[in-house]
């Protein structure tokens, strides 16, 4: 079984979505299915009809850039016309038995015009139109919201299947009238082999950042509104009273990166938070060895309550403390007081006693630990995970083409 994969970007890129992406094909390829990946003009521009990449052979669709002059709404539908065009050409030369769109929705409706009728599967990651609330380009209930929320729901309507990564984005489609036989949840997860357990902090790295004897509270990843790096600083002077040696390491960069190191200067922090900027991956590991605390302080939004992230995961794998919001996508993901704990969202009096708690009673952290590990290497896996699908191309094949 032949599954065109039409994606927004992918490796060599390194985020979420590719590490996401790059484990579902390789658990389809360990299946003996025979997974193809495409990117749409959102990967970059170029003229290579494809590239080989760690064994993979990626299709691009070919492009100068889509003009920045042209208004939103156009700049989409040239970006989307593109997609269409260069996925007519892969179907006819790859003949693939399902096309697999994964979000924005602006991957969906190429996927559907280029199909020749063949099953299309829609896979929401997360909705387009929460995603711009956040990033500040919209705001909920204006008419460009309530234009994207129009194309995600018909986007749903006309595929074949649906398939989310969590049960937040499973209820909010089926809110839209959706039959819940139609919508299969595929988890995030994690390879838990590829994030062995942390035995010891690095001592050399802890020297350099000036770490030595103090409890360390880390985020590695982008810096994004949402992820609520801000409240946690402006949380420090309050945690600091109850914990004097507690440190911030935040590893990374983004959008709000200034803000950030604004609020940091304005509160006088600059000994007890450390910004490394981005680092290769292959040393994220040394970074996290430091941290004794994972924290994710997202806010509860839309975006936060229904789609559940990645890095939890990976920080439990590598025997690390996780310490979150209790956004829905958390909740998902963090038994409070078994694999991690959990506070109230957007409450820093809750965030300082849920954390300066858990800094004192170490004594509950060695078990902590072991059922963190326990749930990333025996239930949140990739196997687990990806053997959702085989029901969901099932019923596509048995559907046959349309038309």
């Known amino acids: 079984m032949r599954i065109l994969h039409i994606l927004d970007h992918s490796l060599p890129k390194h985020s979420g979505y590719v590490f996401r992406t790059m484990s579902i094909m390789a658990q389809q390829k360990a299946m003996g299915w025979d997974p193809v990946l495409v990117t749409t003009p959102r990967h970059g521009t170029g ?3 494809f590239e080989d990449i760690d064994g993979w052979r990626i299709y ?18 040239r970006e989307m016309r593109l997609t269409k065009y260069r996925l007519r050409a892969l ?21 559907f015009d280029a199909a020749g009728g063949r099953p299309v599967v829609y896979e929401i990651r997360a909705f387009w139109e929460d995603a711009a609330v956040d990033h500040g380009t919209t705001r909920e209930g204006s008419l460009r919201y309530k234009v994207s929320r129009a194309l995600e729901t018909r986007a749903i309507r006309q595929a074949t299947e649906v398939t989310t990564i969590c049960e937040g984005l499973r209820a909010d489609i089926l809110a839209r009238g959706i039959r819940p036989d139609k919508v299969t949840v595929i988890p995030n997860a994690v390879n838990a082999e590829a994030f062995p357990p942390i035995g010891e902090k690095d001592a050399a790295l802890t ?26 600083i402006r949380a420090l002077p309050a945690l600091k009273a109850e914990v004097p040696d507690v440190a911030l390491l935040l590893v990374g960069g ?10 940091v200067a304005e509160l006088g922090l600059e000994d007890t938070v450390i910004f490394t900027g981005r680092v290769p991956h292959d040393s994220v590991r040394r970074y996290y060895s430091v941290a004794d605390i994972m924290t994710y302080p997202r806010h509860g939004i839309r975006l936060t309550e229904t ?7 990976e920080a439990m794998a590598m025997t690390r403390l996780v310490l979150a919001s209790d956004v829905g996508g958390h ?22 006693k849920v954390c300066a708690d858990l800094i004192r009673n170490r004594d509950c952290w060695a078990d902590m630990l072991m059922a963190g590990r326990d749930y990333a290497q025996n239930i949140r896996t990739w196997q687990n995970s990806v053997a959702g699908y085989e029901a969901v191309y099932r019923r596509c094949l048995a559907q046959g083409r349309r038309g």
């Open 254 to 263: 983004g959008p709000t990166e200034v803000r950030l190191k604004a609020a």
């Open 60 to 77: 691009r669709t070919p492009n100068g850039g889509i003009p920045k002059w042209l208004p939103v709404g156009l700049r989409e539908m």
């Open 331 to 352: 909740k998902e993901l963090i038994e409070d007081g078994r694999t991690g704990r959990l506070f109230r969202a957007d409450d820093a009096a809750d965030f300082v």
């Open 207 to 232: 020297r350099e950042l000036g770490l030595d004897g103090r409890t360390v509270l880390g985020f590695a990843g982008s810096f994004y509104a949402y992820e609520g790096l801000e409240f946690l």
């Open 91 to 111: 179907v006819d030369e790859l003949n693939p038995d399902i096309l697999h769109a994964h979000s924005p929705v602006l991957d969906f409706f190429p996927a």
């Open 307 to 313: 789609v559940t992230p990645l890095k939890p995961l």
């Open 47 to 49: 003229d290579a009809p």
